[in-house]
């Protein structure tokens, strides 16, 4: 259902001005690993090095064991999860997604950790019907020349759900 | 008197001054602050010379890409207290969880610690030219890189999710909250300095505007304005010298910081977690328990807050806020009834955070209301923000 600011801006018509493009993450040194893997669609998950937790955003510190040196690394996951609540966007604040709205986002669980939640967009439409728990899996758009955004899509349900799953 | 050290019942509020509460106010937000600020220490039968205390939240809220000017955009402690003169020892900012209750604590320490007799509170908002959170970036670093690209951005979608988990979970709906935001412009519509005075709202009409990030709309959001308040903070033997009844802090509580999320991510668990722990410290604090409270005022900058706040304070069941809605439970024109938004909140008012429900605890427990009197307002609660994000301080006409 998407396309991304390239596909849209050859579509403008003439004298327009042009369509602010959507804001592209930036990554930094911590976060480099991040998108560079988003980019070749795999999502990952910082955990920490000292006590294995999955932590999203990562930071200076660990929020489960407290190490000020916890060398967060960026993990695949799976991209399963499910949906914890979600929300149709009709108006954005940001003007490179007026031209997307309306779209739903999601709140997701992601099935490697109990709270371990993650915010995407759902690419069925924003008119699709959903309920607190229904499954997803990632998916992503493309939006820029290498850069990649994880979103979700409706999963058929998996047979571990994510309250089995325990690291 | 407790054994708990600490402020508790010692400090006053002995006089205040609201500003209209206007989209622009056509002058700058730091001359309204002078005016107000002067008014509310005349209010307490003081000069100018006898106030040594200042403090604020200045936080200017925005997500958009104005600039923060004091004096224009936010009024800081500092640049209040420079502009009215006397002998300011004690200035102050708070920059912490909760503005509003947070800069009342700040207030109370003065006082109880002796750092200040007098001490001015104020807080000023200000709605700038264009979206009061539109923002232009082009890229997205730090905490952002996480939720901007998304498209996740803005307190429309924070408060829609957990919202709509509210609403999932409960079987809740819309028409229930329109009974809230209806009620809270009820009350908006009769107090003269609002923004909405003499306009309420239907439920018709709340149920008509269109969706913004569903389920929020925009009547659940309170209006960017212009406007200022201002409270005097004094001890309670030198309130007994002035003119207007004291109106006494009895505790105080502020939100611990929550889980770490991403940005603007609140789930309804974190919110009620949050809210339930500091409720069960409000009331430790202050020795006051839901049932001695006859004013509770609720934030509801956005209207979910309404049920959240209600829930965690245990004025009704975690789960039930919605009905005790409809049922009547916080119809202020009700007998028997909470009267939870009678001062307007947020969405009866503006965008003035938190000060509607202190100004109202104030009015009401002072004798100050006026036309809009409440024969029994013994012991009010102002709540702020969110309750997992927030505080709650607890006043009463008696020292406790």
Redesign the interface.
Known sequence: MTAGPAAASGSSGPAAAPE?????????ER?APY?AAAARHVLTVARCARCSTY???P?HTC?HCGSTDPGFAFEPVSGRGTV??????????????RG?VP?L?V?VELAEQP?L?????LLDGPDTTL??GAPVAVAFED?ADGVS???FALAEPSATGPGEVRS | MSARPGSKGQVAIVGYAHSDVTRHAGRPLGALAVDTARAAIADAGLTAGQVDGFVTSALFPTAGAHAAEDGVSLVSADWLAQRLGGSPRYVAGFQGIGQIPGSVALAVNAVASGAADYVVMHRALHNPKGSYHANPMRTAGGAQQWTVPQGFFGPLSMIALPYNEYLQRYGASRETTAAVVAEARKNGARIPWSYWHDRPLTTEEYLAAPLLSDPICRYDCDIPVDGVAAFVFTSAERARDLPHRPVYVAGQASSAPPRRRLPLHWPLDDIMAGGTALAKRLWEQSGVSPADVDLPQVYDGFSPFVYFWLEVLGLCPVGEAHRFVLDGGIDSDRPGALPALSGGGALGNGRMHGIPQMLECYLQLAGRAGERQRERATVGVACASSPHFGGAVVYSTAPR
């Open positions: 602010p493009t959507r804001p592209v993450p930036a990554p930094d976060s998108w932590v999203v955003p930071d929020p914890r609540s979600w929300t149709v966007v009709r108006q954005s604040f940001l003007p490179g997604f997307e779209f986002l709140d709270e939640r993650v915010i995407g967009r309920r607190i939006v955004v994880p979103a």
